[in-house]
């Protein structure tokens, strides 16, 4: 498949499907290693260990103050945390089965893309895959955001170094799979936690913008929260054998 037909959105209905029912469908997990890119907080990392028999995960984090957090709580059986950025990865040639990225591709300094899909080729077995899932720039919930953090451009410069590493053969385009992703929120404290009070970005809202942001969260509560449909793109790529 040629970088022609790869699109960064879909204009088209997609199906509303949790990302973690997705990674089942879609890849090889029994008995997989896996390297987990920008963990995060270790949601999914967790997910995926206790839905899916794979042999161990690695489960890597730049923002040193979230590592020391994953680091603190209790283990997650087949888990390793480590610290570390997509674009040095501390791991052997050939190492993984399959490499995982959830909504971090774009959070990698523009000029350190390249390097990290790289890198990423190059800790996977020949024939290994990689899943990139990435937030598409649309609905009520990018609304929100994008009134103190607006993330179009970072992602359109993911999405490109993603075509680059199809299309200079390094990574093998497999499919693109487009679903919308269900966020729920309780109230706006919950919003505030996840997503304002991060530790991998700084976000500085004034009275009037805090303001902004809380009127247009208001306007999607219903009597059980706020619920999102968020627009995703996952694009699953591998290593030529």
Known sequence: ???????????????????????????????????????????????????????????????????????????????????????????????????????????VPTDLLDP????????????????????????????????FHDERVVREQAFAAVTRAVASGRLELVRQCFFRAPVRFRDFAEFEQRNLQVTHTEHRLDDALQARVRDAFDAQLGPDGAFFAQPMRADLVRRPD
């Open 116 to 147: 990290a899909l790289a890198e990423i080729a190059r800790v996977l077995k020949p024939g290994g895959l990689a899943w990139l899932s990435e937030p598409v720039y649309a609905g009520p919930y990018n609304d929100i955001m994008k009134l």
């Open 1 to 107: 498949m040629t970088t022609a037909t790869m699109r960064i959105a879909n204009a088209a209905e997609t199906p509303l499907r949790p990302e973690i029912d997705l990674l089942g469908e879609q890849l090889p997990l029994a008995g997989a290693r896996v390297l987990e890119l920008g963990c995060g907080a270790a949601a999914m990392t967790r997910l995926i260990a206790e839905r899916y028999p794979v042999a161990a995960i690695v489960a890597t984090e730049v923002d040193a103050i979230q590592h020391a957090k994953n680091l603190a709580v209790e283990p997650i059986p087949g888990v390793t945390f480590v610290a570390g950025g997509a674009e040095r990865i501390a791991a052997a040639d050939a190492s993984f089965d399959l490499v995982l990225m959830f909504k971090s591709l774009h959070h």
